[in-house]
């Protein structure tokens, strides 16, 4: 059984930009979700996706936008960075439906924006 | 919005030592979670409450859902070094059981 993974692991960008960020869920898993996790910070939720709608969003403004494909993956974009983006970007997928809150989490995607 | 307040942020133990730590929270929560995260890696889950007043145990590990249902604690018996790491505490928003607001971390490092 594949867990969650991310890509990259760590990208750096300036300013202004706007950066993709690439999650696979785990095998039979359709539901993902998108953390913040701001250094020495709790992850913060940005959106969730279940079968390919966004299905649920924190405070995040729309600048912060997501995709799931047919397959359950998902991208995480953000336009326009700004220097408190830079953080870790977590990924977790779950099963859908089961109402447990349990989260299976990826090793995330660490931003850095100068 | 929710929060979670977790205490202390940091402890430094002896290895063979007892941890406690707590959570509380200003809002009413259904279900409490706790998760730990090591270095360079993703939150994974150690324990799930659902009912108030609920104790809960995996190996050394105990957690509590408060009667309240806005504190929990974690406890963790005779630690060992692999027990470093952070460890959150996390409930569901209103937006549902999977949409989680996470506490700050309580960071636990163990001397051998």
């Known amino acids: 059984e594949t867990g969650v993974t991310q890509s990259p692991t760590h990208l750096i960008k300036t300013r202004g930009q706007q950066v993709t960020l690439r999650c696979s869920s785990q095998?039979?898993?359709?539901?993902v979700s998108w953390y913040q996790q701001a250094l020495g910070q709790g992850p913060q939720f940005i959106f969730q996706?279940?079968?390919?709608?966004?299905?649920g969003r924190g405070n995040f403004p729309p600048r912060f936008s997501g995709l799931q494909f047919p397959n359950y993956s998902s991208e995480l974009n953000v336009n326009a960075l700004e220097l408190d983006d830079s953080a870790l970007y977590l990924c977790a997928s779950s099963p859908g439906g089961r109402n447990t809150g349990e989260l299976f989490f990826g090793e995330g995607s660490r931003l850095t924006v100068l | 919005g929710q929060q979670l307040n977790q205490s202390p942020q940091s402890m430094f133990i002896q290895e063979g030592e007892d941890v406690s730590m707590n959570c509380t929270s200003s809002?009413?929560?259904?279900?409490w979670l706790w998760y730990k995260q090591d270095p360079g890696e993703g939150p994974v889950l150690l324990i799930a409450?659902?009912?108030?007043?609920e104790l809960t145990s995996n190996g050394r590990l105990t957690a509590q859902f408060g009667i309240t249902r806005k504190d929990s604690f974690l406890n963790i018996s005779a630690s060992i070094p692999s027990d470093v790491g952070i460890y959150f505490c996390?409930?569901?928003?209103?937006?549902?059981?999977?949409?989680?607001?996470f506490g700050k971390g309580t960071k636990l490092t163990v001397n051998p």
């Open positions: 809002s009413i929560f259904n279900t």
């Open positions: 996706y279940y079968r390919e709608e966004e299905n």
């Open positions: 409450l659902y009912k108030a007043g």
């Open positions: 095998s039979g898993h359709n539901t």
């Open positions: 996390a409930g569901p928003t209103q937006g549902g059981s999977e949409k989680l607001v």
